[in-house]
């Protein structure tokens, strides 16, 4: 189970304190999947990157399986079994895709198969990448994708996947919402997917929109999808429907 | 041949030799020759008249492989080495040299050599060297190697070389000169540590019609190391011809990388690119992300990049 307790996040510019998250608390219990949507700007990733230890938040505590987390470090939160894919995943010259998902795995003889498996379930046929670098000759798109089979490989507890959608084709969009769908059938991981994707939204179990750097609603897909839907009509706060201000 | 476990791991660290090898070898020790075999296809003689071999490779040879790897295992030992190779027409071999220094001593080990080839028509050569230097002695390990090779009408090489670590000087220069629709394809992978320098020119002449050169190199400097890299490619023909340098620095290292391209011909098509920066924050966490720590994250980098 994960535990979010008064997580607050702050940068220091010139203008002074800003608050990028405000005292957020959620706990995700085992096996769950659960969507943080919202508007850009929000502060989901960054949520989500405090949850892996890439952003230490200002105040507050993360507990993971009942143990405090907050002072760990990225590493051993991934040794634990907490997972994260990059929303822009970098590149590597001279490393393989092969050679990356047995990183991800920690089974220094991962098999053919076995990555065979992984980018099939993310719409890539491993003859035609397994030997080839992670580097620019590769799409956004094919990195994001390598990027999802990653964590595949990783296996862990808890997967966190940031916009996995994102410059993905409609073709390996439908084959990658199957293979949520598998993994949370499994019931084996929990799964934070942070989406804009209506598809990907339908599959939670709860949905938290995060806006404002504070949690805004929660509850299942049928009850927050029409909040969305509603919140995105007429969205600009400053100018009325007749273009004069408000 | 290969008496001590110096040796043995030398051997097996510049040329993946473990136990004689087969094939057509030369191995020099220490100035001397520590074991030699020449095969139906490929003879190898030593000169006369100075230091170093010639190998001969009879037209047709296909699928054979000579080694000529060089060991230095005693200190204060300098050495120029001359190899000349022959290869016939429509050969595909592969040649794998090397050269591996251990040194315990107060007095530098120095290993010059100057390899040349003459690829016959339609012939592909592999060649691969790879240079490393070990021992706790105040001794440099100094390696100054040459390769000048010449392609006939449809010849190819592929050239792989790599210093492995532990040089602490090295001036490297290699030529190419490619005939008409010959292919030069050259990687060189370097890394320098502590306090060491490596100098590397490289010129490769594209003269005959389609003739096709790419130099890619690869190279990471620690410390406060340094290096310099001129690779140049001249086009004299129709031709194609690519460069492409990227380097990782580190700690207080310097690079300087200066690719050229040259072009005497409207006909010749060329392209340089060059990088040099450190290993980027978003690898590392992600390599983290994944359960290595920071410290095998930046060795696991570091290798994919000169692998």
Same mark, same amino acid.
């Given at each position: 189970?994960?535990?979010?307790?008064?997580?607050? /996040?702050?940068?220091?510019?010139?203008?002074?304190?800003?608050?990028?998250?405000?005292?957020?608390?959620?706990?995700?219990?085992?096996?769950?999947?659960?969507?943080?949507?919202?508007?850009?700007?929000?502060?989901?990733?960054?949520?989500?990157?405090?949850?892996?230890?890439?952003?230490?938040?200002?105040?507050?505590?993360?507990?993971?399986?009942?143990?405090?987390?907050?002072?760990?470090?990225?590493?051993?939160?991934?040794?634990?079994?907490?997972?994260? =894919?990059?929303?822009?995943?970098?590149?590597?010259? =001279?490393?393989?895709?092969?050679?990356?998902?047995?990183?991800?795995?920690?089974?220094?003889?991962?098999?053919?198969?076995?990555?065979?498996? /992984?980018?099939?379930?993310?719409?890539?046929?491993?003859?035609? /990448?397994?030997?080839?670098?992670?580097?620019?000759?590769?799409?956004?798109?094919?990195?994001?994708?390598?990027?999802?089979?990653?964590?595949?490989?990783?296996?862990?507890?808890?997967?966190?996947?940031?916009?996995?959608?994102?410059?993905?084709?409609?073709?390996?969009?439908?084959?990658?919402?199957?293979?949520?769908?598998?993994?949370?059938?499994? =019931?084996?991981?929990?799964?934070?997917?942070?989406?804009?994707?209506?598809?990907?939204?339908?599959?939670?179990?709860?949905?938290?929109?995060?806006?404002?750097?504070?949690?805004?609603?929660? =509850?299942?897909?049928?009850?927050?999808?029409? #909040?969305?839907?509603?919140?995105?009509?007429?969205?600009?706060?400053?100018?009325?429907?007749?273009?004069?201000?408000? | 041949?290969?008496?001590?476990?110096?040796?043995?791991?030398?051997?097996? #660290?510049?040329?993946?030799?473990?136990?004689?090898?087969?094939?057509?070898?030369?191995?020099?020790?220490?100035?001397?020759c520590d074991g030699r075999q020449s095969t139906e296809h490929i003879e190898i003689t030593g000169k006369t008249d100075k230091q170093g071999i010639d190998i001969r490779v009879k037209d047709g040879t296909k699928g054979e492989t000579c080694h000529i790897p060089v060991i230095i295992t005693k200190p204060g030992i300098t050495e120029m080495v001359y190899n000349d190779f022959y290869i016939g027409e429509d050969c595909d071999v592969e040649i794998v040299a090397g050269c591996g220094i251990h040194n315990c001593g107060s007095q530098d080990s120095r290993h010059d050599g100057v390899h040349t080839f003459y690829i016959g028509k339609n012939s592909r050569v592999h060649y691969s060297e790879k240079h490393y230097g070990e021992g706790d002695g105040k001794g440099g390990k100094i390696m100054n190697p040459q390769t000048i090779v010449y392609l006939e009408e449809g010849a190819s090489m592929q050239m792989d070389t790599v210093q492995i670590r532990g040089i602490d000087s090295t001036k490297r220069y290699t030529k190419f000169v490619c005939g008409k629709g010959a292919e030069a394809v050259v990687t060189e992978r370097l890394?320098?540590?502590?306090?060491?320098?490596?100098?590397?020119?490289?010129?490769?002449?594209?003269?005959?019609?389609?003739?096709?050169?790419?130099?890619?190199?690869?190279?990471?400097?620690?410390?406060?190391?340094?290096?310099?890299?001129?690779?140049?490619?001249?086009?004299?023909?129709?031709?194609?011809?690519?460069?492409?340098?990227?380097?990782?620095?580190?700690?207080?290292?310097?690079?300087?990388?200066?690719?050229?391209?040259?072009?005497?011909?409207?006909?010749?098509?060329?392209?340089?690119?060059?990088?040099?920066?450190?290993?980027?924050?978003?690898?590392?966490?992600?390599?983290?992300?994944?359960?290595?720590?920071?410290?095998?994250?930046?060795?696991?980098?570091?290798?994919?990049?000169?692998?």
């Open positions: 189970m994960l535990e979010l307790r008064h997580i607050s /996040y702050s940068v220091h510019d010139e203008a002074g304190e800003l608050g990028i998250l405000n005292d957020i608390s959620l706990t995700i219990p085992d096996h769950k999947l659960m969507v943080f949507t919202g508007p850009n700007g929000g502060g989901k990733t960054t949520l989500a990157k405090i949850i892996m230890g890439l952003v230490k938040p200002t105040s507050g505590q993360i507990l993971w399986n009942g143990e405090d987390i907050t002072d760990l470090s990225i590493t051993e939160r991934a040794r634990k079994g907490i997972s994260y =894919g990059f929303q822009q995943p970098p590149r590597f010259k =001279g490393i393989t895709v092969r050679k990356l998902l047995t990183i991800a795995s920690g089974n220094q003889l991962l098999s053919k198969d076995r990555c065979c498996q /992984y980018l099939t379930k993310v719409g890539l046929c491993a003859n035609d /990448y397994l030997d080839r670098e992670v580097d620019v000759s590769l799409s956004g798109g094919e990195v994001k994708r390598i990027e999802i089979a990653s964590i595949l490989a990783r296996n862990a507890d808890l997967m966190i996947f940031d916009e996995p959608e994102a410059g993905i084709d409609l073709w390996s969009f439908a084959r990658l919402t199957e293979t949520f769908e598998q993994i949370h059938a499994q =019931g084996k991981a929990t799964m934070i997917i942070i989406s804009h994707q209506e598809r990907i939204i339908s599959l939670a179990d709860e949905v938290v929109v995060v806006g404002a750097g504070s949690i805004q609603h929660r =509850g299942t897909a049928d009850e927050i999808l029409p #909040k969305i839907l509603s919140d995105t009509l007429g969205a600009c706060p400053v100018l009325t429907r007749g273009g004069d201000r408000a | 041949m290969m008496d001590t476990q110096v040796d043995r791991e030398l051997l097996e #660290k510049i040329a993946d030799l473990v136990g004689k090898p087969v094939g057509a070898f030369n191995i020099r020790k220490d100035c001397g890394l320098t540590h502590g306090e060491q320098v490596a100098e590397s020119d490289m010129v490769i002449e594209l003269n005959g019609e389609d003739a096709k050169g790419r130099v890619i190199s690869r190279s990471v400097a620690q410390d406060t190391s340094s290096q310099v890299f001129r690779p140049c490619v001249v086009g004299n023909a129709k031709c194609f011809g690519h460069v492409q340098c990227d380097s990782i620095i580190m700690g207080n290292a310097r690079i300087q990388s200066v690719p050229e391209i040259a072009a005497n011909s409207t006909e010749a098509q060329l392209i340089h690119e060059a990088a040099i920066g450190k290993i980027a924050g978003d690898q590392l966490l992600k390599l983290e992300t994944l359960g290595l720590t920071e410290e095998e994250a930046e060795d696991c980098i570091l290798k994919g990049f000169l692998a």
